[in-house]
């Protein structure tokens, strides 16, 4: 019986030019960003590009692995203070970078209350980066009291 290779695209980052498996979607790395760079600009600003701005064409993007977003957001935290903690899902022992969270082993689980309805598992059911280590989602564990 023959097994059947398992097909991972690769892309180039646009940043450090390394290789990153495109795994969950076919031209986007795993866990990395795309910013359409053309749509930054504006008239009198560092750049502009008359032609994406009316619509003419598409912008061109840079494609950043995750490695490459993480120094982006780690260069600038005002800019990683607008964003939301827990960007990206990492299931490793070891967290891949502050931005990821991962799922407890209560995610996704129901169970039937007092009154038989339906209702998630109390407790934390995600956890996020703190000093390199995982913890509780503090938003996942005040849902639930806990
Ligand atoms: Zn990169
Ligand atoms: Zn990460």
């Given at each position: 019986?023959?097994?059947?290779?398992?097909?991972?695209?690769?892309i180039?980052?646009?940043?450090c030019?390394?290789?990153?498996?495109?795994n969950?979607?076919?031209?986007?790395?795993?866990?990395?960003?795309?910013?359409?760079?053309?749509?930054?600009?504006?008239?009198?600003?560092?750049?502009?590009?008359?032609?994406?701005?009316?619509?003419?064409?598409?912008?061109?993007?840079?494609?950043l692995?995750?490695?490459?977003?993480?120094?982006?957001?780690?260069?600038?935290?005002?800019?990683?203070?607008?964003?939301?903690?827990?960007?990206?899902?990492?299931?490793?022992?070891?967290?891949?970078?502050?931005?990821?969270?991962?799922?407890?082993?209560?995610?996704?689980?129901?169970?039937?209350?007092?009154?038989?309805?339906?209702?998630?598992?109390?407790?934390?059911?995600?956890?996020?980066?703190?000093?390199?280590?995982?913890?509780?989602?503090?938003?996942?564990?005040?849902?639930?009291?806990?």
């Amino acid at each position: 019986m023959s097994s059947v290779a398992q097909h991972t695209n690769i892309i180039l980052c646009s940043a450090c030019g390394n290789e990153a498996e495109c795994n969950q979607q076919k031209f986007y790395p795993d866990n990395g960003w795309v910013l359409p760079f053309d749509t930054f600009g504006y008239y009198g600003g560092f750049s502009d590009d008359i032609s994406v701005l009316v619509g003419e064409r598409r912008s061109r993007e840079w494609i950043l692995c995750h490695d490459c977003v993480a120094k982006l957001l780690s260069v600038f935290p005002r800019l990683t203070a607008t964003l939301e903690r827990g960007l990206h899902n990492c299931e490793n022992d070891t967290p891949c970078c502050e931005f990821a969270w991962r799922a407890t082993s209560i995610f996704g689980k129901y169970e039937h209350n007092e009154n038989g309805k339906l209702v998630p598992v109390s407790g934390a059911h995600y956890q996020v980066v703190e000093n390199g280590k995982w913890i509780d989602a503090k938003e996942s564990a005040e849902a639930t009291g806990e």
